[in-house]
């Protein structure tokens, strides 16, 4: 089982990046992805979740409307698209697998490797 992340880099405010959370060993769609941000100093934050098959998204209130997550069961991979970033949102962002999209690290029970974003001017 392994969850790979990637995608991050650097921009400035205002810019856009997509991150990828590739599945290897198991079938992604059968499992909810969680997406998980930690900047230096700080508490690992939830950011958004995605269900299993369906695929109903859910967004912490600081990233809605910029943030969307999406799924390509071809490429077992998650994505999290992340538009109109801001400095505030430079982190390590993590993805994570559970059986329930839940807003909590404790509802995931394997956790990939994180990718940086850093906004800055």
């Known amino acids: 089982v392994q969850l790979q992340a990637s995608g991050g880099g650097s921009v400035q405010p205002g810019e856009s990046l997509r991150l990828s959370c590739a599945a290897s060993g198991f079938t992604l769609d059968y499992f909810a992805i969680g997406w998980f941000r930690q900047a230096p100093g700080k508490e690992r934050e939830w950011v958004s979740c995605?269900?299993?098959?369906?695929?109903?998204?859910y967004y912490a209130d600081a990233v809605k409307g910029r943030f969307s997550s999406s799924r390509d069961n071809t490429k077992n991979t998650v994505y999290l698209h992340m538009n109109s970033l801001k400095p505030e949102d430079t982190a390590v962002y993590y993805c994570a697998k559970g059986d329930r999209a839940l807003a909590y690290v404790g509802a995931y029970d394997y956790w990939g490797q994180g990718t940086l974003v850093t906004v800055s001017s």
């Open positions: 995605i269900s299993s098959l369906g695929g109903r998204t």
